[in-house]
């Protein structure tokens, strides 16, 4: 049953608990006595976890989770550098950490990763692995003093797993901000129960072969939650979708490379947007999205403007990131711009080269770490928009697919 649920919840809906310590203090330990499995290798050598390890569960009544277990962010050798950096990076997705300390010790370290977890604002606690089954002194118990920690010396003994986890979960709860645990549903504020929507899915030579993609899945997913009327075709077929239909569908949503197609046939009282500005409404900061879009107008020939895919997928001859994008922006501009492409959650190092980043939809990251990605734009300046926005800002459909979310801005 565990692994079904694994299988058909998407990493990007899951509560991420990153696991963060120094070497060997017992994070792998901790990681496996959660999971009840040996995912991470355990071992009394200092920095064994050389990759942050992924492992999705059910923590029930947390639901559907990722435990990420990371490299210790101590080990200053030269080989180390490089999954410090990863281990940086988990940051960005972590919803909640767990931060595991050895009996008494308190470095330069633990002040790292508390800071680096305020500045991100996310919430965290402390798993103390007294394996030593000392006493805490009163200088650690003080510093511990304003933090929810939990001590435990029992970490190998499975009879004590069920306790443990009890009041770890119980703990847990007690910091995570609601709507990290219960996200806010695509359909929020724009579909309602029993309405009807009507999607439009392309095939085109960008659709992967025997699927729909994970934004239309997840679509048709949280409509069906609440209960609204799913009727999906695709663009060549709407006209006969909707003369079938008795009344007016409530809304229309499509994929953002049909719109032109799609407005010409529906009727203009119809609620409108495409699945990309659904996304950007529910994963990210849609202000800042929409603001990033005015960043076009001010782009001159040869300007550096990067593609930002959050995941590494076969990109296909017509991608739209990589290859209708840049035609549509330069079509609409009428001078040619520099592109480059990143894929995967490594943004390039250089990011104050770009007069403008066009992100993906993120359908494979966590709201957390959109969002982070969206800040490391903010933070330096830089106009930060997505596909949907601009294919269409180019197509001059901008406020149509806009505005079911305009009052809610
Ligand atoms: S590139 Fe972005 S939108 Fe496309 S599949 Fe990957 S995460 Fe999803």
């Known amino acids: 049953m565990e692994n079904d649920v694994e299988l058909k919840t998407p990493k990007s809906l899951r509560l991420h608990i990153g696991v963060f310590g120094r070497t060997n203090v017992g994070k792998s330990t901790l990681v496996n006595y959660i999971s009840d499995q040996d995912t991470s290798i355990v071992s009394s050598v200092a920095g064994t976890t050389t990759d942050s390890v992924y492992k999705s569960m059910e923590l029930s009544p947390l639901g559907p989770i990722t435990l990420i277990d990371t490299a210790g962010i101590d080990d200053i050798s030269d080989l180390s550098k490089e999954r410090i950096e990863r281990t940086a990076k988990v940051f960005d997705s972590t919803?909640?950490?767990?931060?595991?300390?050895?009996?008494n010790i308190w470095t330069k370290y633990e002040n790292e990763i508390v800071k680096q977890l305020n500045d991100k604002k996310t919430?965290?606690?402390?798993?103390?692995?007294?394996?030593?089954?000392?006493?805490?002194?009163?200088?650690?118990?003080?510093?511990?003093?304003?933090?929810?920690?939990?001590?435990?010396?029992?970490?190998?003994?499975?009879?004590?797993?069920?306790?443990?986890?009890?009041?770890?979960?119980?703990?847990?709860l007690s910091v995570i901000p609601e709507d990290s645990l219960n996200l806010q549903p695509l359909t929020q504020n724009i579909i309602k129960s029993f309405q009807t929507v009507v999607m439009v899915v392309p095939l085109d030579l960008g659709a992967p072969k025997g699927r729909l993609i994970l934004p239309q899945v997840q679509m048709i997913r949280a409509c069906l939650d609440i209960n609204a009327v799913v009727i999906i075709t695709k663009e060549t077929e709407l006209k006969q979708t909707l003369e079938k239909l008795k009344d007016?569908?409530?809304?229309?949503?499509?994929?953002?490379?049909?719109?032109?197609?799609?407005?010409n046939i529906i009727p203009e009282d119809v609620a409108f947007t495409t699945f990309s500005i659904i996304f950007s409404s529910n994963k990210s900061d849609f202000k800042t999205m929409l603001e990033g879009i005015k960043a076009i107008k001010n782009l001159k020939p040869a300007d550096k403007v990067l593609i930002a895919e959050a995941c590494s997928h076969h990109a296909s001859k017509d991608d739209i990131g990589?290859?209708?994008?840049?035609?549509?922006?330069?079509?609409y501009l009428g001078f040619e711009l520099r592109f480059d492409v990143s894929s995967g959650i490594d943004y390039p190092k250089n990011l104050e080269d770009y007069s403008l980043i066009i992100h993906c939809g993120g359908c494979m990251i966590n709201k957390k770490q959109m969002i982070s990605r969206l800040n490391y734009a903010v933070n330096k300046n830089i106009p930060i928009t997505n596909y949907g926005m601009v294919i269409s800002f180019v197509n001059n459909?901008?406020?149509?697919v806009i505005q079911p979310f305009v009052k809610n801005i």
Request: hydrophobic share 40%.
């Open 95 to 103: 919803d909640v950490a767990i931060i595991v300390l050895e009996q």
């Open 248 to 263: 007016k569908p409530d809304i229309v949503i499509c994929d953002s490379q049909v719109v032109k197609k799609v407005l």
């Open 397 to 400: 459909t901008l406020d149509r």
């Open 123 to 172: 919430p965290f606690l402390f798993v103390i692995n007294n394996y030593k089954k000392e006493s805490l002194d009163e200088d650690f118990i003080k510093k511990l003093s304003s933090y929810k920690f939990i001590e435990t010396e029992l970490l190998q003994d499975k009879n004590y797993r069920e306790q443990f986890l009890a009041s770890l979960k119980q703990n847990l």
């Open 322 to 331: 990589r290859v209708k994008i840049p035609k549509l922006l330069s079509k």
